[in-house]
């Protein structure tokens, strides 16, 4: 697959991030360094006049003059300089163009960081319900969710027989839900709402575990990704872009969800992910060795504790595969205020840059726990 | 007096510390960075010199003397794979041992250092590093440099 190059240079607070996207990619970086901003630029670049249309559907007006504030969030208009260039494969994006980017579908489905709580009271809002404070990768995620909810000719929701590969109910069962169910249900004032079932006992949404708040708008989203039966993705997308998937989740349950990205790449999906989780990285050094040693495919379902199977061979030969393209980056301060993005894909444990080698700041921390344990030791040696 | 013989009693390993980096053999030197060679004002092959009276037991390789911070360093070029770890820890128990009848009241190896002879093979998250950090031996990639000695 040939690769995608966003470029994105002086707008707010990113000076200037290069991002040659690859068939799974993954952004690492700070707090605030702008990885959201980025992807979001990745969405509007592609589907423009699919996100005017729906602020259009929503009562808003957006013109050259405001559309930054009702794609990025009201307040974030003087992010955009005259300064402020974005491309997508060498071709402008301009604030005038991006009405006219796409074909009007959705190619790029964003599940962003914001999902649970989007979720008010186990119902999703509509676009138009939520304000235009809200960036609207996550209005449109609400509207999709809503559509799901509203959709439903059957109220349950996990487990679902033919909605994913059994293996993968398994993860999911064992690291989430813990023989729940997750359905729809209508509460004593008759309105339908998520429940968490468990024998006898029925759990609101908000009593649920963190965890359990947040993986369940993920699955959701993934339940559009990968239909049933026999059709590989949905037509028109192309793209999936994935914020944060650890956010609340045991290593058990990110472990269980990142084998549902492999499905999403194996599928034809282009994802795209933030994290800022050590075990999403370990993750993508792992592939990078098995690659490079054109190591058989039983040992990627080997590293991520399932057995082997004829249903997972596909998937994992698929990202073994030289042809699909793996890609890592940083994004960093360079200068205060200044963020620039740094290709890490190799994620050399030994490599002399420390963003590659410290995976861009994720390790850096756990190493001065481990530095100071270190000289202790080292210091009683001397001492004795 | 040079940093290794400063913490030797004066005895036969004392007389096998060697100037600069001499006693590495020419295919460890790879591992330390040219910029610090200058600053190690002696070496001693700790593997060779006990290999007569211990050629039973792990040995570690090298004594680098710091002479920028006064202090001796310990450095191991080793496969650098998760299943050589407890190899590399067992060698670091041997050497204090062996050492411990040679070294003067009250003083020791400052720090160390596993470099890496191949290709690394374990992830720094894995924890393969806090294994390392509880025995006290930092895992520095294939080669030696400045920021280690920090």
Redesign the interface.
């Known amino acids: 697959m040939s690769s995608t190059r966003l470029r994105i240079q002086n707008f707010a607070h990113i000076a200037d991030a290069s991002l040659e996207l690859g068939d799974l990619t993954v952004l690492v970086g700070a707090q605030g360094t702008g990885k959201s901003l980025a992807l979001q630029w990745l969405k509007a670049a592609l589907d423009g006049k699919q996100i005017v249309r729906a602020l259009q559907g929503a009562g808003q007006q957006p013109t050259e003059k405001n559309i930054i504030d009702l794609i990025f969030g009201v307040g974030m208009n003087p992010a955009w300089t005259d300064q402020t260039e974005v491309s997508l494969n060498g071709k402008a994006v301009t604030r005038k163009s991006i009405s006219r980017r796409g074909d009007g579908n959705e190619s790029v489905f964003f599940i962003p960081a914001h999902r649970a709580s989007l979720i008010s009271d186990g119902w999703a809002a509509q676009f138009q319900r939520i304000s235009t404070d809200t960036p609207v990768v996550a209005r449109m995620f609400s509207q999709n969710l809503f559509d799901l909810f509203s959709d439903r000719t059957s109220s349950a929701l996990f487990p679902r027989e033919r909605t994913l590969k059994e293996v993968y109910r398994k993860l999911i069962d064992d690291a989430v839900f813990h023989h729940g169910e997750v359905g729809l249900e209508e509460d004593q004032q008759h309105n339908k709402r998520l429940r968490l079932t468990h024998g006898e006992s029925k759990l609101p949404f908000m009593t649920w575990t963190a965890g359990q708040r947040e993986f369940t708008p993920l699955l959701l989203g993934l339940y559009h990704l990968l239909p049933s039966r026999k059709i590989p993705k949905q037509k028109g997308i192309d793209w999936v872009v994935i914020e944060e998937p650890e956010m609340g989740l045991h290593p058990q349950a990110v472990t269980a969800f990142l084998l549902l990205v492999l499905d999403l790449v194996w599928r034809g999906y282009r994802v795209v992910l933030t994290t800022h989780s050590p075990v999403v990285l370990t993750m993508m050094w792992a592939l990078r060795v098995l690659r490079e040693r054109k190591a058989r495919w039983q040992l990627v379902c080997s590293a991520f504790g399932v057995s082997p199977s004829q249903q997972l061979k596909p998937v994992a030969e698929a990202i073994l595969a030289s042809r699909c393209s793996l890609r890592t980056y940083v994004m960093e301060f360079a200068q205060p205020g200044r963020v620039h993005a740094k290709d890490i894909s190799h994620l050399d444990p030994a490599a002399e840059d420390d963003a590659e080698s410290g995976w861009g700041g994720l390790t850096a921390f756990t190493s001065n726990f481990t530095n100071a344990v270190r000289a202790a030791v080292s210091e009683s040696e001397v001492g004795e | 007096m040079t940093p290794i013989r400063s913490i030797l009693t004066t005895g036969t390993l004392s007389q096998q510390v060697k100037p600069g980096l001499s006693a590495l053999k020419s295919t460890d030197k790879k591992h330390v960075e040219d910029a610090i060679r200058q600053r190690f004002a002696d070496t001693l092959d700790i593997d060779t010199a006990f290999l007569q009276t211990h050629a039973a037991d792990n040995r570690w390789d090298y004594l680098l003397g710091d002479e920028e911070s006064s202090t001796v360093v310990a450095l191991e070029p080793h496969s650098?794979k998760s299943d050589e770890v407890s190899t590399v820890i067992k060698k670091k128990q041997k050497a204090?041992e062996q050492l411990r009848p040679h070294l003067k009241a009250?003083?020791?190896?400052?720090?160390?250092f596993w470099v890496?002879s191949g290709t690394?093979?374990?992830?720094?998250?894995d924890k393969v590093?806090?294994r390392?950090?509880?025995?006290?031996?930092?895992f520095v990639?294939?080669i030696l440099k400045k920021k280690h000695l920090r």
Request: glycine letters at 14%; charged letters at 20%.
């Open positions: 650098a204090l009250g003083k020791g190896i400052h720090r160390w890496a690394v093979q374990f992830p720094n998250v590093e806090k390392l950090a509880e025995h006290g031996i930092t990639g294939p």
